[in-house]
């Protein structure tokens, strides 16, 4: 799906009504859309709509009137009076018991109502609203936020206290467990604390001309599983491992000697044909084994032996990629060895290089060397290391996730590859991507060595950077997804666990890599 601001989604429905669908078409559309999302709940849950006066209380009471032709048990609260609106007069011809909201005090009708309820749906407030929420509204949000009914709240569109363009939100917006967003994600939806309250993010889409003159200039999508599928490196049966590029990492230390090993075996697990890790002495003996299929080479404190070494591997540079970073410390050896890999007569030789954890801490004390990153640069930074990069605060990188990647990956004319919920993927020349996955199950030491590694692997297989940003992202993503739904938690993954759950993802989308003719 498109990821839009909402001067964007108006321009889709005001395109939508000029091409020949009306708006009230679109309601309808709308509305059982999310009508068939819900259905997929349990049968015999008891259903109440919060109905705003905009279009999205509109959206929801056509959603409970389909739900009611289903068989479906449905009740309403008017937040707002709908004063000689077709759709309020829709509800109560349809026969569904309606209570008001009135004052800020929550009345007798209401809490019945409630306290009979499994399920809420959140139609309050549109992809219009602006903190803060009016008064009377936080009297029952906070009701329902503290969990004084034990529903379960699903947003229609978007959660009712949140700027979708900004992601802003008041205090008291209310905390959904899903967000059906309508035809496409809004940029809010995935920065700043809006996905913390958002809950599990879904989408439905209106049946709209999709020839639309706005599509062409919407540059954000998010991440499928379709784009993937037509997008992974092909695979031919009768090859040999140099046909699948060569990894080389460049990482480990005495405190983080497990991250290339990590890295290595996510290389060869997203399909890359050989991982050479270079470090020093004491990682190779720590970890060789756990790394039994990679090769091995030496980084040495002296800069002369480092820009030999670096030279030798340069003339393969049109079959690899170069993992730069993890784990690698920030000592005299690994400095020694970066002063070396940033010689512009070096760094303009790598094909493909991926920079992670400290080459980014030691890009971000010596910022110039930004504006000369060759084409097809990979960086790969959580909001910490971003906001050293661009000397800002983690608080300002969240709250700007997205344009603030886009914006550094046009002025340092490379892909930026923003880690975290919602991780980011921009490229220089305005095209982002955007995962569809916030999964706590990933939020563990060693998961970004893991997910470095992932991009090398399918850079090195020819994959451009961009594509691989992405398939990299999706399949580490994905990874924590499956882990989550097999068992039902999202404590328990360990980063190392993260690559062998490549094999399923890679059964479950592709369905044959046979050379054809």
């Known amino acids: 799906m498109e990821i839009v601001t909402v001067a ?141 009914f034990p529903a379960r709240i699903i947003a229609v569109d978007c959660v009712s206290g949140m700027n979708c363009d900004s992601g802003e939100t008041d205090p008291d917006a209310l905390r959904a467990d899903q967000t059906v967003a309508i035809h496409a994600f809004k940029l809010g939806q995935l920065m700043g604390s809006a996905g913390a309250i958002g809950g599990k993010l879904s989408g439905v889409r209106m049946r709209l001309d999709p020839e639309l003159p706005v599509y062409s200039r919407i540059r954000r999508r998010s991440l499928t599983q379709s784009w993937v599928q037509a997008r992974l490196p092909e695979r031919c049966d009768v090859s040999h491992k140099g046909a699948f590029g060569t990894v080389r990492i460049f990482g480990g230390c005495e405190k983080y000697f497990g991250a290339p090993a990590l890295a290595a075996e996510a290389a060869y697990r997203s399909g890359a044909g050989l991982v050479e890790i270079n470090s020093n002495e004491l990682v190779r003996r720590c970890v060789a084994s756990r790394a039994a299929e990679a090769v091995w080479d030496t980084i040495s404190d002296n800069a002369g032996e480092n820009r030999a070494a670096l030279e030798r591997k340069l003339p393969d540079r049109e079959n690899s990629a170069w993992l730069v970073g993890p784990g690698l410390g920030m000592g005299n050896l690994s400095t020694t060895f970066l002063d070396v890999l940033f010689d512009p007569e070096i760094l303009g030789r790598i094909r493909t290089p991926i920079f992670d954890a400290d080459a980014l801490n030691y890009l971000s004390d010596r910022r110039e060397i930004l504006s000369r990153l060759p084409s097809g640069t990979i960086l790969t930074p959580h909001p910490g290391e971003m906001a050293r990069l661009c000397g800002c605060t983690v608080a300002d990188v969240n709250r700007r996730r997205i344009p603030l990647a886009e914006e550094k990956a046009r002025e340092w004319s490379a892909i930026v590859v923003l880690k975290g919920a919602y991780t980011v993927i921009a490229a220089p020349w305005g095209e982002t991507a955007v995962a569809p996955f916030a999964n706590a199950a990933l939020a563990k030491a060693g998961s970004g060595d893991v997910l470095s590694g992932t991009i090398a692997g399918f850079a090195a297989q020819g994959s451009d950077p961009f594509s691989a940003a992405q398939l990299g992202v999706w399949f580490h993503g994905s990874a924590g997804e499956i882990f989550r739904k097999e068992r039902a938690e999202n404590r328990t993954l360990l980063a190392g666990e993260i690559p062998g759950l490549y094999s399923g993802l890679f059964s479950q989308i592709a369905s044959d890599y046979q050379c054809v003719g």
């Open 8 to 148: 964007e989604m108006r321009e889709i429905e005001r395109e939508g009504f000029e091409a020949g669908t009306s708006y009230e078409a679109m309601v309808d559309m709308v509305g059982k859309a999310v009508a068939a999302e819900v259905d997929r709940y349990p049968r015999g849950l008891r259903i109440t709509g919060l109905i705003g006066k905009g279009n999205n209380g509109a959206d929801t009471i056509v959603a409970l009137l389909e739900l009611k032709k289903r068989g479906r048990a449905v009740r309403a609260i008017l937040i707002d009076e709908r004063k000689e609106d077709i759709y309020e007069a829709r509800l109560r011809m349809g026969c569904v018991p309606t209570a008001a909201l009135g004052s800020a005090e929550v009345g007798t009708q209401v809490r019945a109502f409630l306290s009979e309820t499994d399920l809420i749906l959140d139609g309050v407030f549109g992809i219009g609203f602006r903190p803060p929420l009016p008064d009377r509204c936080r009297p029952l949000f906070r009701m329902l936020n503290a969990r004084a």
